[in-house]
């Protein structure tokens, strides 16, 4: 394994830009920090944070954690992703995710059926976009040019050439066939709640993508980030409870009963029971009590909490872990704290 790398997590806005960014930015690039990463939901794009704040550092790779494949074409996709390249000498990393049915159909109003196929033409595009090839495609949910209209249309190429022929592309995943089709056809994983504890499932499935991949990269090149809580606090059930609320958020009230990636993978850790009575409280609307029902052990697999001790020997677990490059945030002091523990 190589030496684990620190992402600072931008992650996406409330009502509105979060106060001091610009110079928690610059603080990172001064402690270490390999990269900083946005994103995006309903509401701020993760394209024009990195643009805005990108320009205040020299050093920090620039990466979407995510971009929603339903908000662009694929072509407008790399289209961003090579202007922001250029405009950054070089350090954009494209990471993309299929988001969830509700999202996908009730904001951006595209279907939602058949993610992961979506995905693959997708990818497919962008590489030949990207590549500076005429675009042209036919497939199930994309073809290029379009078929009808004014029967105008033809291939095109890229006015612009790209600075990088190998310019990063990530995908996010979660579930066992989208972890495998990244290790298949990207250049990395965004990973979520994931737990270094609880991993065999991923190496399978990312074992199986690569079998498929034949030649061009591999495990060796291959990038996993994932964004991991820290809170220190020398009360551990203190720390946990800065964290139960976004947990609960995710596996209670992101996705509707059946259709949410984020319980099934708790729930592969062995939270099943814990998840169901979750999701319950959080739909009935009883958010405080759904997060106090997220016990310690479940926080504890994808998070680190309590006295700065504790989470230094528990980071040991990281570094073993398929994690590259693990996403972070915090105040300026956190991020210093964090980075001393990592580069220990």
Same mark, same amino acid.
């Given at each position: 394994?190589?030496?684990?790398?620190?992402?600072?997590?931008?992650?996406?806005?409330?009502?509105?830009?979060?106060?001091?960014? *610009?110079?928690?930015?610059?603080?990172?690039?001064?402690?270490?920090?390999?990269?900083?990463?946005? *994103?995006?939901?309903?509401?701020?794009?993760?394209?024009?944070?990195?643009?805005?704040?990108?320009?205040?550092?020299?050093?920090?790779?620039?990466?979407?954690?995510?971009?929603?494949?339903?908000?662009?074409?694929?072509?407008?996709?790399?289209?961003?992703?090579?202007?922001?390249?250029?405009?950054?000498?070089? #350090?954009?990393? !494209?990471?993309?995710?299929?988001?969830?049915?509700?999202?996908?159909?009730?904001?951006?109003?595209?279907?939602?059926?058949?993610? !992961?196929?979506?995905?693959?033409?997708?990818?497919?595009?962008? #590489?030949?976009? =990207?590549?500076?090839?005429? &675009?042209?495609?036919?497939?199930?949910?994309?073809?290029?040019?379009?078929?009808?209209?004014?029967?105008?249309? %033809?291939?095109?190429?890229?006015?612009?050439?790209? !600075?990088?022929?190998? !310019?990063?592309?990530?995908?996010?995943?979660?579930?066992?066939?989208?972890?495998?089709?990244? *290790?298949?056809?990207?250049?990395?994983?965004?990973?979520?709640?994931?737990?270094?504890?609880?991993?065999?499932?991923?190496?399978?499935?990312?074992?199986?993508?690569?079998?498929?991949?034949?030649?061009?990269?591999?495990?060796?090149?291959?990038?996993?980030?994932?964004?991991?809580?820290?809170?220190?606090?020398?009360? &551990?059930? $203190?720390?946990?409870?800065? &964290?139960?609320?976004?947990?609960?958020?995710?596996?209670?009230? =992101?996705?509707?009963?059946?259709?949410?990636?984020?319980?099934?993978?708790?729930?592969?850790?062995?939270?099943?029971?814990?998840?169901?009575?979750?999701?319950?409280?959080?739909?009935?609307?009883? %958010? $405080?009590?759904? $997060?106090?029902? /997220?016990?310690? $052990?479940?926080?504890?697999?994808? *998070?680190?909490?309590?006295?700065?001790?504790? /989470?230094?020997?528990?980071?040991?677990?990281?570094?073993?872990?398929?994690?590259?490059?693990?996403?972070?945030?915090?105040?300026?002091?956190?991020?210093?704290? /964090?980075?001393?523990?990592? %580069?220990?």
């Amino acid at each position: 394994m190589g030496e684990l790398k620190l992402g600072l997590a931008l992650g996406y806005w409330g009502a509105g830009p979060p106060p001091g960014l *610009a110079d928690l930015v610059t603080t990172a690039e001064r402690l270490g920090y390999d990269s900083m990463w946005a *994103a995006e939901a309903y509401g701020s794009d993760a394209l024009t944070p990195l643009a805005w704040l990108g320009c205040r550092t020299r050093r920090m790779r620039l990466g979407t954690s995510i971009i929603q494949m339903s908000a662009r074409t694929p072509v407008a996709t790399a289209m961003a992703a090579m202007t922001l390249d250029h405009l950054s000498g070089g #350090r954009f990393v !494209l990471g993309l995710g299929a988001s969830g049915p509700q999202v996908v159909e009730g904001w951006y109003g595209q279907p939602y059926p058949r993610p !992961l196929a979506r995905t693959r033409e997708y990818v497919a595009i962008l #590489r030949r976009a =990207m590549a500076r090839e005429r &675009v042209e495609f036919e497939g199930e949910h994309y073809r290029l040019p379009y078929r009808g209209g004014s029967g105008l249309g %033809k291939p095109l190429r890229s006015t612009i050439h790209p !600075l990088r022929d190998d !310019l990063p592309i990530l995908l996010a995943a979660e579930g066992p066939k989208n972890v495998a089709l990244a *290790a298949e056809i990207a250049d990395g994983w965004l990973a979520m709640f994931y737990s270094p504890y609880d991993d065999a499932y991923y190496r399978t499935a990312l074992a199986e993508g690569f079998a498929r991949r034949g030649e061009g990269g591999g495990p060796e090149t291959f990038e996993a980030t994932c964004r991991v809580n820290v809170e220190f606090d020398d009360d &551990v059930e $203190a720390a946990a409870d800065r &964290v139960r609320p976004m947990l609960a958020l995710y596996v209670g009230g =992101m996705g509707a009963r059946g259709a949410n990636f984020h319980y099934e993978a708790f729930a592969r850790m062995g939270f099943e029971a814990e998840c169901a009575r979750v999701q319950e409280l959080y739909l009935a609307g009883r %958010k $405080a009590e759904a $997060a106090a029902a /997220i016990p310690l $052990a479940m926080v504890e697999k994808v *998070a680190l909490v309590g006295p700065r001790a504790k /989470i230094a020997e528990e980071l040991d677990a990281w570094r073993s872990s398929l994690v590259t490059t693990m996403l972070v945030s915090g105040d300026a002091a956190s991020l210093a704290a /964090i980075a001393e523990l990592v %580069k220990g």
